[in-house]
């Protein structure tokens, strides 16, 4: 009868293994043989077999006292299971390894190590035999260790691993997901090591993690090695790809964010004892600040990894949990694990639960949020796990930093804040299995806010949370998508802030009608078009020492402007895909254009800005030609560049019919076409000339949105900013809707499609019918006026049979 083998090498693994040497070690296995020719490169390596495992514990008789002492846990309240764990890794730590399990280990290694020469050193990972499943990930549960040497070397930590497998917190794992601890074996997985301590490493996601979205790959990463990505202790840069760009070949990088990498993990110096083999092997220094600043991949690099991951989770069938590293000797990027992704299965899709804040305050901390809720509680800050019994159920917990070891104390918890972590991070991983909210990253959040404190955590406003100091108020609205009536007239959204777009793609809406450029502007790339292009004109000192520190890291100042736009333009077409995207070209008035850092030098002083040097007129001015082709540049790298033509552009305030054809002209000019790969260019219908011309604007652009805010102000002659006459503002008034009436009929009678962005339609069901009773194409929201927005429609619907007729 032949020996069961102790030992597989990862050419011999594939998933069908996963019996034999666990979820991890099978899945390398199986992309070592079957992914190699795709270009995905995995480091070489071996398993032990669960036959090793078994052998140590028959060899030194320890089924029976392990399994006499589970028995004896607490499985309701783990009273005992810090008592329970420590004498079974005792157990398992005095036992001895069998000579069959070691001489097959020891000759793994040396066969590795030839095959290998230049790489002594060896990754060795826990794999148990239950782990990476697509219902239970057991990410983090069991140890590894890094940079290890040396036949002695590896046969400690395969079994320093074995004994993690009664890690406290995976022996709660195993009994809270259903396993039998006494069924599932440890294999360890011995790889050779990468060697990104000295360049970079992270973790991928082949679906966004937070809003299940399918269409993106998210990528973070950090300086040094993984770990410090996978336990969340540092913030790490992310990326976004776009798959149907990766698939199409199209640059499918949509946005990215600087991470402040504030640490960087790397390999300890050998132990002075040659013998001490339970030295640290890692450390964790302080990056240097030059090092935070700038991304830890190239734009080529992330591509590379988008593709990888395409490739692994079209392999698999699956969304993955994918790690990946790159050799600071060699550089080139590896792929060292890849497992289901488990978080997204038991998300509700079609379910809303919507928060929104009705009042505000002092905030106490920012970070990261996790999921979208609102919570208010006491604040308990704690140190440890060790102190995890002062954290009482409802309570929010603020902490460094968590790891598995905090999991039984994490159930307790309302919500988590911590000071350290991105959105890959343990915190955030557990808080999405809990079915929690988490704000992580925030850096400081346990000197700003005091233990006990009544505090109040939002998730509800996009990428960013939020902790404010006292109880606030808060509505809260649940919603079942799948039951709210569409109305046959197209329902949109208007969007201004991009970190929202996730969240809203979400929504029961047909796209976006109105991306506001000027949120973007202001808010991310802070400064003026026209301080980019003549930077060396520019006098404000104090501005160009701030412009000079926003563009280090750009091959020149405009390119940090079409960068940034692009990005973000980008990143809400991407998430809306195959959906339109409506982008209005650049409204600010020359007020608020001189707010922009080193706008001043550039910008007129008006009387009366909103009347004066804004929208079309701006465009082919010599004051902002340079600045407006900066404008076209971000949107056609999403277009062409990234493939994104779903994206539609949109001209402001155009007063007369010649303005409009001198600036569809000057777009092609910067490169955008009308009619090229599609593109529409769409005017705004907000000025009485756009009306009473209506027919001959519809002869140079494409379409129209009515703008009722200026389109009521120029009808009434009310300037809307002014509080003393805003009782009179109405775009219900006569006269307002007779001109829409108007612009609405001859749009149709010229066959271009017309839509309106605004409140009305929202808050007056009978503006709604209006609407659609004149067979207005589509109808704009903001998010919050959405839903009421699409029964007024409906309603309007039922009421005005005709009114369906004429849309459909």
């Given at each position: ?63 029976a ?149 399918e269409?993106?790959?998210?990528l973070?990463?950090?300086?040094g ?92 069938g ?42 505000t305050?002092?905030?106490l901390?920012?970070g ?127 969007l ?93 008035k ?6 922009l ?34 404008e ?6 999403v ?29 092609e ?38 703008g ?38 001859k749009a ?61």
């Amino acid at each position: 009868m032949a020996l069961p083998a102790y030992t597989l090498f990862f050419r011999e693994l594939t998933n069908d293994k996963v019996a034999q040497v666990g979820g991890k070690n099978a899945s390398l296995g199986e992309m070592f043989n079957k992914l190699s020719d795709q270009g995905i490169r995995v480091p070489d390596g071996f398993a032990t077999t669960a036959a090793a495992y078994w052998l140590l514990l028959d060899e030194n008789g320890l089924r029976a006292p392990l399994t006499e002492l589970l028995n004896t846990l607490d499985t309701q309240e783990f009273s005992n299971l810090p008592d329970v764990g420590a004498r079974a890794r005792s157990l398992v730590h005095g036992a001895v390894m069998p000579v069959a399990v070691a001489a097959a280990i020891r000759a793994a290694y040396r066969e590795l190590t030839a095959e290998n020469p230049d790489r002594t050193e060896v990754a060795v990972r826990s794999s148990a035999t239950a782990e990476d499943l697509p219902t239970a990930s057991f990410a983090g549960q069991h140890d590894s260790f890094l940079n290890i040497e040396g036949e002695q070397g590896v046969l400690d930590a395969c079994h320093r691993c074995f004994e993690s497998l009664f890690n406290d917190r995976a022996i709660k794992y195993r009994v809270t997901n259903g396993f039998d601890h006494m069924q599932v074996a440890l294999s360890v997985g011995v790889q050779t090591m990468v060697h990104s301590d000295l360049a970079s490493a992270g973790v991928a996601f082949t679906i966004e993690p937070e809003t299940g979205h399918e269409h993106f790959i998210y990528l973070t990463g950090s300086w040094g090695l993984g770990e410090n990505v996978v336990q969340g202790a540092v913030n790490p840069d992310e990326f976004y790809l776009f798959k149907p760009s990766l698939r199409d070949g199209h640059r499918a990088l949509v946005t990215k964010k600087l991470g402040d990498k504030a640490k960087t993990m790397r390999y300890a110096a050998p132990p002075a004892n040659a013998h001490d083999q339970r030295a640290d092997t890692i450390v964790n220094t302080d990056t240097p600040a030059a090092q935070r600043e700038v991304f830890v991949l190239t734009d080529a690099e992330v591509e590379q990894l988008g593709r990888w991951c395409l490739v692994i989770e079209e392999h698999y069938g699956m969304p993955m949990d994918i790690e990946w590293a790159k050799d600071g000797l060699n550089n080139q990027l590896y792929i060292v694990q890849a497992r289901p992704e488990t978080i997204s299965q038991n998300r509700e899709a079609l379910r809303l639960h919507e928060y929104h804040l009705t009042e505000t305050g002092p905030v106490l901390a920012t970070g990261k949020a996790v999921g979208s809720q609102i919570v208010s509680g006491v604040a308990r800050i704690i140190d440890s796990p060790a102190d995890g019994h002062r954290l009482q159920p409802g309570e929010i917990l603020v902490t460094d930093i968590t790891s598995p070891d905090w999991n039984a104390v994490l159930q307790n918890a309302a919500v988590i804040v911590t000071n350290r972590g991105g959105r890959t991070s343990h915190a955030a991983i557990v808080a999405r299995e809990l079915g929690l909210s988490a704000v992580v990253g925030t850096l400081d959040a346990t000197t700003r806010i005091k233990d006990g404190q009544v505090i109040t955590v939002s998730c509800a406003e996009g990428d960013e949370g939020q902790v404010f100091e006292g109880q606030l108020a808060w509505t809260e609205t649940d919603l079942d998508l799948a039951q709210v009536a569409r109305p046959a007239t197209k329902a949109l959204l208007i969007l201004a802030d991009p970190d929202r777009a996730l969240q809203l793609a979400r929504y029961p809406s047909q796209g976006v009608g109105l991306m506001r450029m000027e949120f973007v502007i202001n808010n991310t790339i802070r400064v003026h078009p026209m301080a980019l292009v003549e930077f060396d004109k520019l006098t404000d000192q104090a501005a160009r020492a701030e412009i000079e520190q926003l563009t280090a890291h750009y091959s020149s100042k405009p390119e940090y402007f079409v960068e940034k736009l692009a990005q973000a333009i980008g990143f809400v077409a991407a998430t809306f895909f195959p959906r339109e995207v409506i982008v209005r070209l650049s409204d600010f008035k020359t007020n608020e254009y001189a707010d922009l850092l080193g706008g001043r030098q550039f910008e007129p002083h008006e009387e009366n800005p909103m009347l004066g040097f804004r929208g079309a007129s701006r465009y082919y001015s010599p004051q902002y030609r340079e600045g407006f082709r900066l404008e076209c540049a971000a949107l056609r790298r999403v277009r062409h560049d990234m493939g994104l033509t779903n994206v539609k552009a949109m001209v402001p305030f155009c007063r007369t019919v010649a303005e409009g054809r001198q600036v569809v002209a000057l777009m092609e000019e910067f490169g955008l076409k009308q009619g090229e790969e599609g593109l529409e260019i769409y005017v705004m219908a907000e000025i009485p000339s756009n009306v009473i011309l209506a027919r001959e604007f519809a002869e140079v652009f494409d379409g129209f949105s009515i703008g009722s805010n200026d389109l009521t102000q120029l009808a009434l002659g009310i300037d809307r900013d002014s509080a003393i006459i805003s009782h009179l503002f109405d775009e219900r008034n006569e006269a307002v809707t007779q001109l829409m009436a108007q612009v609405i009929g001859k749009a149709k009678a010229s066959g271009r499609p017309i839509g309106l962005c605004g409140q009305a339609p929202s808050d007056y069901p009978e503006f709604a019918r209006f609407l659609v009773e004149q067979g207005i194409d589509s109808i704009s929201f903001t998010p919050d006026a959405l839903l009421q927005g699409l029964a007024n429609m409906v309603a309007a619907e039922a009421a005005v049979p005709a009114a369906r007729a004429a849309v459909a």
